[in-house]
Nanobody
Framework: QVQLVESGGGLVQPGGSLRLSCAAS????????MGWYRQAPGKKRELVAV???????NYAESVKGRFTISRDDAKNTVYLQMNSLKPEDTAVYYC???????????????WGQGTQVTVSS
């Protein structure tokens, strides 16, 4: 079982920045991929950014060049640096851990409780 706790959300003006953090209860070096997703009111949850155990990253087209995902394995924490925020970035942001790997294989899909990001003047 992997528990995830997000923090760093809040209210920010358009053009501003926020950094989200996701603290994991297990070693993220054993997790296949760590990602950030978001869900706006009335919309489906969508992938924002993901970082693999090997360090590869992938981003939604809408956030490329503005958001950066990173990981600190020593702290078992993943970050999402969000710059040049727009009102359309307003959503609940969720941290995801896909596949915790042990000696018997990789398993599980874990989610945090989410943190609200509101971009408004």
């Amino acid at each position: 079982q992997v528990q995830l706790v997000e923090s760093g959300g809040g209210l920010v003006q358009p053009g501003g920045s926020l950094r989200l953090s996701c603290a994991a209860s297990a070693s993220i070096s054993r997790i296949n991929a760590m990602g950030w997703y978001r869900q706006a009111p009335g919309k489906k949850r969508e992938l924002v950014a993901v970082v693999t155990r090997g360090g590869g990253t992938n981003y939604a087209e809408s956030v490329k060049g503005r958001f950066t995902i990173s990981r600190d394995d020593a702290k078992n924490t993943v970050y999402l640096q969000m710059n040049s925020l727009k009102p359309e970035d307003t959503a609940v942001y969720y941290c995801n851990a896909d596949g915790y790997c042990s000696g018997i294989g990789c398993y599980g899909d874990y989610w945090g409780q989410g943190t609200q990001v509101t971009v408004s003047s």
